[in-house]
């Protein structure tokens, strides 16, 4: 509650008038060094408005006494790594895949700026370490679709799979029961067959129904035995790696719906060097060949 402003009698220091439960403020001023320190922050927030760039304006801001700007400061340390990175990546430019690899400094080069161009552009679908997920092919093996050499993974890097570009691989899988080609059974059927190539079929006598029907609507593309054709871009089916998974619901799934995957062309929107180095870089993951 307030009260009567009094002198205490043992600290001589007035009070402020104010009490709770009989004990009262004491009105003691603050430290001299506390104002002085208040006082100079004051002073050095107005000089920092003055140097630095500071109040926002309708279009623009103060660009300050000093005219300091961070971006300017970032462009230009980006600007000084492209100049000092200029010499290596003219080599990368001007070399063939395997002269690049050949070449240790240049190799260790391209092997960096891959990883970096790796990270901000294909993590997001192959995961971080390449790893792969339901989808989404593993680079870290050595199955490929299209071909694991330097020179495939480039193209494949250039113009994609299923892409907008006119040089995308392409090839789809037939939805045959959505085009109606196969009835249900049969495609049930065909399903324990395929997955007998891997050893994982439960039913014999389903997988040997479905053989002749794999002969007359798969071979084309996945070879006889399913063993796969790169230069269709048709998966080994005898193997037990899956790119949607080989659980017989799912097996039955493609066969029904098909599956049309797109990798998207990077050609216009990463520079030569970047998609050279990513193509060294992805090669040396350990599925490479």
């Known amino acids: 509650m307030a009260g009567n402003r009094r002198t205490d ?29 208040l006082y100079a922050t004051i002073l050095w927030s107005i000089a920092y408005w ?24 970032v462009l230009s340390d980006i600007a000084e790594v ?10 990368i430019l001007s070399s063939s895949l395997e002269e690049i690899t050949k070449d240790p400094a240049l190799n260790h080069f391209a092997l960096a700026a891959g990883k970096a ?7 997001g679908c192959h995961g971080s370490g390449a790893q792969g997920a ?22 494949t890097i250039n113009y994609g799979i299923r892409s907008t570009h006119d040089e995308t691989r392409f090839n789809d899988m037939t939805a045959f029961l959505a085009d109606e080609i196969l009835e249900k059974q049969d495609i049930s059927d065909v399903a324990e ?12 006598e389903a997988a040997n129904r479905g053989e002749p029907i794999f002969v007359d609507n798969c071979v084309a593309c996945h070879a006889e ?21 080989g659980d017989r619901k799912t097996v039955i799934q493609s066969i029904s719906y098909g599956r049309k995957g797109v990798m998207p ?9 970047t998609v050279k180095s990513l193509s060294i870089y992805v090669h040396s993951l350990g599925g490479g060949e």
Not at 55 to 63: A, D, E, F, H, Q
Not at 117 to 123: M, Q, R
């Open 193 to 204: 067959y395929v997955l007998s190539l891997s050893g994982t079929s439960t039913d014999s």
């Open 82 to 91: 492209k100049a000092s990175r200029a010499g290596q990546e003219a080599k």
């Open 225 to 245: 035995g399913g063993v796969g054709n790169r230069e269709m871009g048709a998966p080994n089916l005898s193997d037990k790696l899956w790119l949607f998974g």
């Open 134 to 155: 339901k989808g989404y092919p593993n680079l870290n093996d050595d199955h490929w679709l299209w071909g694991g050499s330097l020179e495939e993974i480039l193209f």
């Open 50 to 73: 003055v140097v630095m760039p500071a109040w926002p304006l309708m279009t623009s801001y103060t660009k300050g006494v000093l005219g300091y700007s961070q971006r300017g400061e």
């Open 265 to 273: 062309t990077w050609e216009a929107r990463l520079d030569p060097v």
């Open 9 to 37: 009698e043992i600290s001589g220091v007035d009070t402020t008038g104010h009490e709770w439960d009989g004990i009262e403020e004491l009105d003691n001023p603050m430290p001299r060094w506390w104002l002085w320190v």
């Open 117 to 123: 161009a790796f990270g901000d552009n294909c993590s």
